[in-house]
């Protein structure tokens, strides 16, 4: 079994009144993907912020590294990279002064070059960073957090403001990463990156962990299971489905008919095929972590990021 990187237990961080982590738990292995999901004020980037010896914590205890974070700052900070939330560099540098830039910071480090490999920068070597598009300069950002060659990479919300095409060359640098067998902690708002990129995930709101494991097991503990929408049924379909039994619900006017086992879709076509009922197609949807999210919380997370 893999060594644990990251071990917290009991993190409180308060600020005055305001109590932004409420004694969370964690534990992450090395060489995992480790998603810290949830929207905007859950308190995800101040719990991470406290892992990379940025903020001091109020209470509970955390070890990076096997090292205690009030003892061992220096040696931890030397052993990890950090991509912020609100990551910039040197406009008027290239992309490779600037990687060279801040590995003169570190007495170890990663050649420029080998980094501009590893992000899939090679064409961009010599373009000004304020010339790059956002994808690209997030890239830069990756690499810049590899340059002391870190153990733990910390990437807080790398793809927010990205659209999609520029949001998935930074999971495949992401998938890079984990290839190389570094560990990855990834704080993200987008329940599809957890999803795709993570090993396990711990999603986040109001301060605390209210779920925590595989994407898979996240799931299948708390998700609804397999669902059939109906589209546009007409008044004998949904009777039939009523008197069947079979637990629906009505959706803006779709027909949302939960499949327990394997026969529940042929039986449920077996009903729609009868007598009178008629629809306009059916849809077969399994359970995602936005449906856990909604559950555990009962808003979807678009809404939270709204207020």
Known sequence: MSETVIDVKGLV???????????????????????????????????????????????GEVRILGLDIDKGQKEIRRRIGVLPQAFNAFDYLTVKENIDYFGDLFDKRISADGL????????????????????????????????????IIFLDEPTTGLDPKARREVWKV??????????????????????VLSDRVAIMDGGRFIAMGTPRQIIDQYGAGSICVVKAPNDA??????????????????????????????KLVNLLSAGEASYGEMLVKGSTLEDVFLKLTGKKLAEREGQ
């Open 13 to 59: 961080k308060n600020y005055g009144d305001l109590h932004a982590v409420q004694g969370v738990d964690l534990e992450v292995k090395a060489g995992e993907v480790y998603s810290i999901l949830g929207p905007n004020g859950a308190g995800k980037t101040t719990t991470v912020e406290i892992m990379e010896c940025l903020r001091l914590k109020t209470s």
């Open 116 to 151: 501009i490999k590893a992000v899939q920068l090679e064409d961009k070597r010599n373009v000004w960073f304020v010339n790059l598009s956002g994808g690209l300069k997030q890239r830069v950002g990756v690499a810049i957090s590899m340059v002391n060659d870190p153990e």
């Open 174 to 195: 992401i998938q890079d990463l984990k290839a190389q067998n570094k560990t990855v902690i990834l704080t993200t708002h987008y329940m599809e990156e957890a999803e």
């Open 237 to 266: 379909a949904t009777k039939g489905v009523k008197d069947s039994g079979m637990q629906y619900e009505i959706t803006n006017g779709d027909l949302c008919v939960k499949l327990d086992d394997n026969r529940s879709l042929a």
